[in-house]
């Protein structure tokens, strides 16, 4: 062996063998701690002015290799939020709570005395979420009904401030206790693990693990359906509607038509079977992030509000005022649970076309329930907002870009058949699973499925102004028989 290669070959073992030691060894490489273990408890207040108590221990150590004199976290925001006896203490002292000067949503709480590497420290947080008062906006929940989001609510423990810090991160085990009236239906995140009943309350306690993500809880007076959707996957609705009534029953199923079509379209909503809960919503004034969905005006002659959003992954919160349609299909929450929600942290942040699933995968919810002349109803609505002959080199507008993508959708489903479709989307989502996607994916996904140039395909309708002719001639000619597409299957 050559003197150089010997010697590049020792700096190799060298290295690795650091790299070795530094990834295995506990010495700690800058400022931090760590969580041993940590409680929060959700008690929900009924009453004339309802509240919902939240306390929160945490057991700390200081794991660094230096003092801690400050302690870094984020509280539910003011805005979405309304908070009142909001506290914070160190080992049973009250500390005060002072706004970070460098990033000021975050919290600094400065300690009583300097805490010491390896000592041990119990930080408890409380606080009362109430609701906001008359004409006002944000969380809101009714007298005998609650939810806390799957973001936002908790109090989140930051790193500490310094070089190789670490800190903040939740163990890999702890509880969630919830304590509600007696009647209350429950549903957290995580497995329950205990539930106990007294004379007027009923307690729930659930493990949270890393997988379950955020905490999440609903839970109130409702009344609990179970859905026969088909699929061997067990769909609860919970409503507030007195028993029997005639718009239940053509809710849930309206619900079930379009569960079924999701299931064709997509496959199966998960890998493994899990529960799926549809919960109306406590109060409809702070239910949904958003008040307007931006592709309402596609789905329906009707533009309607946001009617429906996902609460967690596994819950979906939803205005029952609407009736059945409104209910299934005028808002892509319901749809969004089958694209990725909780799996793909891009999904709400997608460009089109891909921004456009959501709305297409509610469009098919709409065609289950309404029958096939939806479809054509729905693409012919959104041909009337693109205008014909626009100029190549314009900028389309941004409801135009919309409209485009939305029916994009539907020309790659009649181009390479649903069969196709539905296995490309199912087989982007399943090999993006939590690390998002783009059009790029989309493509690859297609290509992959058909062995055919779905990239041209893409850049015929992406790339051009307006809609390709033939589409747009096929939907406006009132004589066309949509149902003969030749590649096309029905579910």
């Known amino acids: 062996m050559a003197p150089r290669s010997y010697l590049r070959s020792l700096l190799c073992l060298f290295l690795a063998a650091v790299g070795f030691w530094i990834s295995s060894c506990a010495v700690a490489l800058g400022p931090g701690y760590s969580i041993e273990n940590q409680e929060i408890r959700v008690q929900f207040l009924p009453g004339p002015d309802p509240r919902i108590r939240v306390d929160s221990d945490y057991h700390l150590r200081n794991t660094g290799n230096q003092p801690l004199s400050i302690l870094e976290l984020r509280l539910p925001g003011r805005r979405s939020f309304h908070l009142s006896a909001a506290q914070a203490t160190w080992d049973g002292a009250s500390i005060a709570e002072q706004s970070s000067p460098l990033f000021p949503r975050n919290t600094v709480l400065a300690l009583p005395k300097r805490w010491g590497v390896s000592e041990r420290h119990t930080l408890h947080l409380s606080a009362e979420f109430e609701n906001p008062v008359a004409g006002g906006t944000g969380f809101s929940f009714a007298s005998d009904a609650f939810f806390l989001p799957s973001e936002g609510w908790a109090p989140e423990l930051l790193p500490s401030q310094g070089v190789f810090a670490t800190g903040g991160v939740p163990p890999k085990q702890w509880r969630l206790q919830v304590r509600v009236p007696d009647g209350f239906l429950v549903h957290t995140s995580g497995r329950s693990i205990k539930t106990s009943r007294s004379a007027r309350e009923i307690t729930v306690q659930s493990l949270q693990r890393p997988e379950d993500r955020y905490p999440f809880v609903v839970a109130g007076l409702y009344k609990e359906t179970a859905l026969d959707t088909g699929s061997g996957n067990k769909?609860?609705?919970?409503?507030?509607?007195?028993?029997?009534?005639?718009?239940?029953?053509?809710?849930?199923?309206?619900?079930?038509?379009?569960?079924?079509?999701?299931?064709?379209?997509?496959?199966?909503?998960?890998?493994?079977?899990?529960?799926?809960?549809?919960?109306?919503?406590?109060?409809?004034?702070?239910?949904?992030?958003?008040?307007?969905?931006?592709?309402?005006?596609?789905?329906?002659?009707?533009?309607?509000?946001?009617?429906?959003?996902?609460?967690?992954?596994?819950?979906?919160?939803?205005?029952?005022?609407?009736?059945?349609?409104?209910?299934?299909?005028?808002?892509?929450?319901?749809?969004?649970?089958?694209?990725?929600?909780?799996?793909?942290?891009?999904?709400?942040?997608?460009?089109?076309?891909?921004?456009?699933?959501?709305?297409?995968?509610?469009?098919?919810?709409?065609?289950?329930?309404?029958?096939?002349?939806?479809?054509?109803?729905?693409?012919?609505?959104?041909?009337?907002?693109?205008?014909?002959?626009?100029a190549a080199r314009k900028p389309e507008d941004g409801n135009v870009l919309r409209a485009k993508s939305f029916l994009f959708f539907y020309a790659l489903q009649e181009r390479y058949g649903r069969d196709a479709f539905r296995h490309a989307i199912d087989h982007m989502l399943s090999a993006r699973q939590g690390r998002g996607f783009n059009l790029n994916d989309l493509i690859a996904s297609f290509e992959e499925e058909t062995h055919q140039n779905v990239a041209e395909f893409v850049r015929l309708w992406m790339k051009r102004p307006g809609v390709p002719d033939d589409f747009r001639a096929r939907y406006e000619d009132s004589s066309a028989s949509i149902a003969n597409t030749s590649k096309e299957t029905m579910p």
């Open 235 to 390: 769909v609860f609705l919970w409503t507030r509607a007195k028993e029997d009534s005639a718009p239940l029953h053509q809710s849930a199923g309206a619900l079930a038509l379009a569960i079924q079509a999701y299931d064709a379209t997509f496959g199966a909503r998960t890998q493994q079977k899990q529960p799926l809960w549809i919960v109306e919503c406590p109060a409809l004034a702070g239910c949904f992030t958003s008040t307007e969905s931006s592709y309402a005006n596609l789905l329906s002659a009707e533009p309607a509000s946001v009617s429906s959003e996902l609460a967690s992954f596994d819950t979906l919160l939803i205005d029952f005022s609407g009736g059945a349609p409104k209910l299934a299909a005028a808002a892509p929450g319901l749809a969004a649970s089958w694209l990725g929600y909780g799996q793909n942290p891009g999904f709400y942040e997608q460009q089109p076309p891909l921004s456009a699933l959501p709305a297409f995968a509610s469009a098919l919810g709409q065609e289950a329930i309404e029958g096939p002349s939806s479809r054509t109803e729905t693409i012919r609505r959104a041909l009337r907002m693109i205008p014909k002959g626009a």
